[in-house]
């Protein structure tokens, strides 16, 4: 292989690499998120429907109390019973920049 096409293509698969690495951190992010969201709820005894703020959840997320964006992705709680979700700020992976992740 050619030094010029064997560089292409190692560039090539860090970028897949790199998307990858942040999509899987989005979703490690939204992981804790959901697990903090039902901690709480169960805690304070919320019902499918209550409304959760990032707020009421930082003391479930860690010495931080917040979600480190890894791509400048906007975390959005929803209500108890409806998993969280980040929006994209730029796109990421074949989504566009203001759609939104959700757990698989």
């Known amino acids: 292989?050619?030094?010029a096409k064997s560089r292409r293509g190692a560039v090539f698969?860090?970028?897949q690499a790199d998307r990858s690495n942040t999509n899987n951190a989005i979703l490690n992010n939204l992981r804790q998120l959901d697990a903090a969201k039902q901690q709480w709820a169960i805690e304070k005894r919320k019902q499918n429907g209550d409304a959760a703020t990032m707020d009421d959840l930082k003391p479930y997320l860690g010495p931080k109390g917040i979600?480190?964006?890894?791509a400048g992705e906007e975390y959005l709680v929803h209500p108890v019973?409806?998993?969280?979700?980040?929006?994209l700020a730029q796109d990421l992976g074949g989504q566009k920049?203001?759609?939104e992740i959700s757990l698989p």
């Open 13 to 15: 698969a860090a970028t």
């Open 67 to 70: 979600i480190e964006p890894v």
């Open 1 to 3: 292989m050619e030094p």
């Open 81 to 87: 019973g409806t998993p969280p979700t980040a929006r």
């Open 97 to 99: 920049a203001g759609s």
